[in-house]
């Protein structure tokens, strides 16, 4: 758990920024990541900032060509060069008292060595702080030991690609601005995977709808405090609790013809 605690206050820059870069190059066919990409290392898996030092020392250590084990240095390097100046902006409030102090032009009686420390801690904090609340609302409502993982794909907007929408995401508050403000937007995650073109004020009107539909041919639909659901979520991440894993949630045969079947008991809940 004291691990998590770092991830939560630091995860945009040592989880999100890396990964999402990763899946970007990726998506682009003739980046370095996409033509280069070593054939040991599933591109489905997760990058983090740790991975660019630990990857070259496993990949020389297990025998791996030296290529691939240089290939995540040089991926490093084009991940600093997009995130460096973002990362700068952290401590671009303490420039101000810097550059003036070091003219001799910093008009306060506060020494401007005092207000430009300030100001770092400051914008350190503050960073911190926007990584604890973007991982609550982001991170913690598509895991838990009451939703599910699947072993296959699905097609979308199939009754099945619906059902799982429902079985594997988890709402927080909704109703009011001041809700969907505080959380962004992002506490209506079910309606969102249903129907991702709609807008945030759409998913407020329709939240109500999906909800009573779900009820009535009991479906699963959580709704939850966004702090339970970090709490759920991290139960996972350290192992005390496992989300439910399943083939589907309805049985194969349901999907080839019209007639009634009964949703699969091992992924039915409440």
Sequence with gaps: ???????????????????????????????????????????TEPLTVFDF?????????????VADALFWPVL???????????????AFPAAFPMILGTVS????????QTAATKALLGGVVADMM?????????????????LYRYFTSCKAYSAEWFLRCAYSSANFETGSDFVDIAYGWLNYQIEHHMFPDMTPLQYRKLQPL????????????IQQNGLY????????AVGD???????????PSSTKDRSPMPVDENCLGS
């Design 1 to 43: 758990y004291a691990s998590m605690v770092f991830w939560m206050f630091t995860w945009k820059a040592t989880y999100y920024s890396p990964n999402t870069f990763k899946e970007l190059e990726l998506s682009r066919p003739r980046s370095f990541a996409a033509q280069r990409w070593p054939k040991s290392r599933p591109r």
């Design 53 to 65: 030092a630990r990857l070259p020392v496993q990949f020389l250590l297990t025998g791996e060509k």
């Design 76 to 90: 490093f390097v084009q991940w600093l060069l997009v995130v460096v100046p973002m990362m700068a902006l952290v």
């Design 105 to 112: 032009w910093w008009p306060f009686a506060l020494p401007w």
């Design 130 to 146: 926007s990584n604890l609340h973007s991982f609550i609302i982001i991170a913690c409502n598509h895991s838990g030991s009451d």
């Design 210 to 221: 999906v909800k009573s539909i779900c009820k009535k041919h009991g479906v699963q639909y």
């Design 229 to 236: 659901r970090t709490w759920k979520m991290l139960r996972c």
């Design 241 to 251: 609790d496992k989300m439910i894993q399943c083939d589907a949630i309805l049985p």
